[in-house]
């Protein structure tokens, strides 16, 4: 099944998914967040990695 797929035929089950998919990601960018101020070297790389991820998909 495709993504496609899920979001004609299960539109509800879709939704569900992309927003905790979305929480996921907000979570993940605001933890990084948090050392911003005291390590911007390693708090760029930490959101380079996740912009990646999210783009593999």
Same mark, same amino acid.
């Given at each position: 099944? !495709? +993504? $496609? &797929?899920? $979001?004609?035929?299960?539109?509800?089950l879709?939704? $569900?998914?992309?927003?905790?998919? @979305?929480? @996921?990601?907000? !979570?993940?960018v605001? @933890?990084?967040?948090?050392?911003? &101020?005291?390590?911007?070297?390693? %708090?760029?790389?930490?959101?380079? %990695? +996740?912009k @990646?991820? +999210?783009?593999?998909?």
């Amino acid at each position: 099944m !495709t +993504i $496609q &797929d899920l $979001q004609n035929n299960h539109p509800e089950l879709h939704k $569900q998914a992309f927003l905790a998919g @979305s929480r @996921s990601i907000k !979570t993940r960018v605001k @933890s990084k967040m948090v050392y911003a &101020d005291h390590f911007p070297d390693a %708090t760029a790389d930490a959101l380079k %990695t +996740i912009k @990646s991820e +999210i783009d593999f998909y």
